[in-house]
């Protein structure tokens, strides 16, 4: 018996599409995966977690180029620490940024949403 996950089993598992998984691994972002012996992708739980490590990173918005940069430091060693470090220390900063961002945004929102409950208790007290 076949061990690991299909391609369809491993996109149910992350939310991912098949196409985006077959994908991340035509450009380099999932870099070993296993296959079967008639050649279908079989993904075992540590690429899963790669995978959803993935999704983070462009679910917040990391552009695919810096996501392959990633891929590639990690693969050259340990002697690309530092840099893989800064990477995601950059990210990080960026993320934040857009949170304060969001946040601001949430905050003009809801003023205007107290504005308009407090305008329409107003006319419900005039009926």
Request: charged share 30%; proline share 2%; aromatic share 8%.
């Amino acid at each position: 018996m076949e061990t690991g996950l299909t391609v369809q089993q491993a996109a149910q598992k992350t939310g991912l599409s098949a196409h985006t998984i077959r994908y991340y691994e035509r450009i380099g972002l999932i870099p070993t995966i296993q296959r079967a012996a008639n050649g279908h992708r079989r993904y075992t739980e540590d690429d899963i977690g790669w995978i959803e490590f993935l999704k983070c990173l462009r679910s917040t918005g990391m552009p695919i180029a810096e996501m392959q940069r990633y891929v590639e430091l990690q693969q050259a060693g340990d002697a690309t620490l530092n840099d893989r470090l800064a990477l995601l220390e950059a990210h990080r900063r960026r993320i934040k940024a857009k949170i304060r961002e969001l946040n601001n945004f949430l905050e003009r929102i809801e003023g205007k949403i107290d504005y308009y409950q407090q305008m329409k208790n107003r006319l419900q007290l005039r009926d």
